[in-house]
């Protein structure tokens, strides 16, 4: 199976750093990195030598373990961001926020990608007046995301949405928690985007 399906706080502490695959338990003492800072197995306190290569690699799987993408999807999004005008590191960062899950995420109606993947894919999400079911749809400057009427009152969103109100959003998207709706203001940029990685090793990864 290419979909990891395993503990995904074991992800967290093989790469070293909070990936925030577990939502709001990321936030709190109970977090893994906090717990207990090394990687899984019994040989996890041994300092191990890693290559130049291997460098490279642990970004790129720490970069796709962040979005919950498989390879192939993850290097379709890099094939996009390398024929871009521009930076391909930056390029990349940026189609990989335009997700629509990763947007329903910051905005914070998902207290996790995979969780906000999940209620893409069960229809519960519009954009532009549109019911969307695409997780990997790119966002564009001026669309609209929403939670569908019929389902803005499942406890779980709305619970959600309450805890949006008090958080930090994204200078690109526009939020209007209480309406349960965003609106995507600009594409992000760099220095916009929140990201565990050096986008520069992950680009010279694809590059070798």
Not at 107 to 121: A, D, H, P, T, W
Not at 126 to 131: A, E, F, I, M, Q
């Amino acid at each position: 199976m290419s979909r990891y399906t395993g503990a995904v706080c074991r992800l967290c502490r093989a790469e070293g750093t909070k990936l925030f695959l577990k939502g709001d338990r990321c936030y709190t003492e109970k977090c893994a990195i906090n717990k207990r800072n090394s990687r899984p197995g019994q040989h996890g306190m041994k300092r191990v030598k890693t290559s130049e290569y291997g460098i490279r690699l642990r970004e790129k799987q720490k970069l796709r373990r962040y979005y919950g993408m498989n390879e192939t999807q993850f290097r379709r999004f890099y094939g996009m961001a390398s024929k871009m005008p521009g930076q391909t590191g930056h390029n990349f960062l940026q189609i990989l926020e335009r997700r629509l899950d990763n947007v329903l995420h910051r905005m914070g109606f998902g207290v996790s990608r995979s969780q906000s993947r999940q209620i893409v894919r069960h229809g519960h999400v519009l954009v532009n007046g549109r019911k969307l079911d695409i997780p990997s749809y790119l966002v564009r400057a001026g669309d609209v995301i929403a939670i569908a009427e019929k389902s803005r009152d499942i406890v779980l969103l709305k619970d959600n949405a309450e805890v949006a109100a008090s958080r930090a959003i994204p200078a690109w998207i526009e939020l209007n928690a209480q309406g349960l709706e965003a609106k995507i203001i600009s594409l992000p940029v760099r220095e916009q985007i929140d990201s565990p990685v050096n986008e520069q090793l992950v680009v010279e990864f694809y590059a070798r």
